[in-house]
């Protein structure tokens, strides 16, 4: 997701005209412009995705729902929602939805588990304008699927006849999005949806049904994971959350969008604290820890998307599942 597509769609976004302050609010439907379901809304998304889960486990609002649940933007005419939840097996369900004018929506949708279990986390990532579309929908490994064999064999060796299903039959569709990175890539699975397109209704359906697909996949991982007992791989399973939620909240493209709505701050409290919660929970390790060649002459952290320079422009994944893009160096 480290196009320049991407990073142009960010810079179209108009910078706050209002300086008021954003406020956490529980309710503040006095406040909320209207927000009629269009045939484009990813609210009917969030609403498939939580019908399926209480279907399958028992789902209850996560205490983060107390500071996170609807903002304001700072232009006075954008909207942004939360939602928050947790199961059994899940330690975070959680959805950003925001909202504005000019038909920009953004839906960022993700599922964590808890670590005592390995399985992939859910994510779907959004972006749309009325003629663009930038899209992420995957399972993305919790541990690497490109050095674990067993991994991937335990997870996507089932999953490759639906991501063929996408990637092949749909391909006119949803076509391959472009150059991503090795530093991206790392996070992926064979079976994601990385994407752009201009917006139509048909696309909007097909990528609806493929959020539903996947969905109800990662469900039925859910129903069938066993908790792991050894506290060894518990500890390696938190730590490999620990590092991806690093590795997001530092150099997710998303953090440009929410700057520009609401702030440098809040956007930092957001990403941290909601988006990719756990970092001060499950681990204590920084981002240079993890990914130390980001690390400046100057000890700071090197603010380039990609510093390993190798770019992947076609699905480096073969109809197995077998990574086909050689090295990442």
């Given amino acids: 997701m480290d196009s320049s597509l991407l990073l142009s769609f960010f810079s179209t976004?108009?910078?706050?005209?209002?300086?008021?302050?954003?406020?956490?609010?529980?309710?503040?439907?006095s406040m909320r412009p209207?927000?009629?379901?269009?045939?484009?809304?990813?609210?009917?998304?969030?609403?498939?995705?939580l019908d399926e889960t209480k279907r399958r486990t028992h789902l209850v609002p996560s205490p983060?729902?107390?500071?996170?649940?609807?903002?304001?933007?700072m232009d006075g005419k954008t909207d942004l929602q939360m939602l928050s939840f947790q199961a059994p097996k899940i330690r975070l369900l959680r959805s950003l939805c925001i909202e504005g004018d000019e038909a920009m929506q953004v839906l960022d949708?993700?599922?964590?588990?808890?670590?005592?279990?390995?399985?992939?986390?859910?994510?779907?990532?959004?972006?749309?304008?009325?003629?663009?579309?930038?899209?992420?929908?995957?399972?993305?490994?919790?541990?690497?699927?490109?050095?674990?064999?067993?991994?991937?064999?335990?997870y996507y060796k089932s999953l490759?006849?639906?991501?063929?299903?996408?990637?092949?039959?749909?391909?006119?569709?949803?076509?391959?999005?472009?150059?991503?990175?090795?530093?991206?890539?790392?996070?992926?699975?064979?079976?994601?949806i990385w994407t752009k397109f201009s917006s139509s209704q048909e696309r909007h359906n097909v990528l609806y049904s493929?959020?539903?697909?996947?969905?109800?996949?990662?469900l039925e991982l859910m129903d069938h994971a066993a908790e792991e007992m050894d506290a060894s791989r518990i500890i390696c399973n938190c730590?490999?959350?620990?590092?991806?939620?690093?590795?997001?909240?530092?150099?997710?493209?998303g953090h440009r969008v929410l700057k520009k709505l609401i702030g440098e701050t809040l956007a930092k409290d957001l990403l941290r604290r909601f988006l990719f919660n756990g970092i001060n929970e499950l681990g204590s390790k920084t981002f240079l820890d993890y990914f130390p060649e980001y690390q400046s002459e100057d000890g700071t952290i090197n603010e380039k998307r990609s510093v390993i320079g190798k770019?992947?422009?076609?699905?480096?994944?073969?109809?197995?599942?077998?990574?086909?893009?050689n090295t990442f160096r």
């Fill in 13 to 29: 976004l108009k910078p706050p005209l209002l300086n008021t302050s954003i406020i956490y609010s529980r309710s503040r439907k």
């Fill in 34 to 49: 209207s927000m009629e379901l269009s045939a484009f809304s990813y609210q009917k998304f969030i609403h498939f995705a």
């Fill in 64 to 73: 983060l729902q107390e500071n996170f649940r609807s903002m304001m933007a």
């Fill in 109 to 154: 949708f993700a599922v964590f588990p808890e670590p005592e279990f390995d399985l992939p986390i859910f994510c779907a990532n959004f972006f749309t304008t009325a003629t663009t579309n930038i899209v992420v929908l995957d399972l993305n490994p919790l541990h690497d699927v490109i050095k674990r064999r067993d991994y991937k064999e335990k």
């Fill in 160 to 192: 490759m006849p639906l991501g063929l299903k996408y990637a092949e039959v749909s391909k006119m569709l949803l076509p391959w999005g472009g150059k991503i990175t090795s530093e991206s890539l790392r996070f992926f699975s064979p079976i994601v």
């Fill in 210 to 218: 493929a959020f539903m697909d996947y969905y109800k996949a990662w």
């Fill in 239 to 253: 730590e490999a959350q620990h590092r991806y939620l690093t590795w997001r909240a530092e150099k997710d493209p």
């Fill in 311 to 325: 770019s992947f422009e076609n699905r480096p994944w073969d109809t197995r599942g077998e990574f086909i893009g």
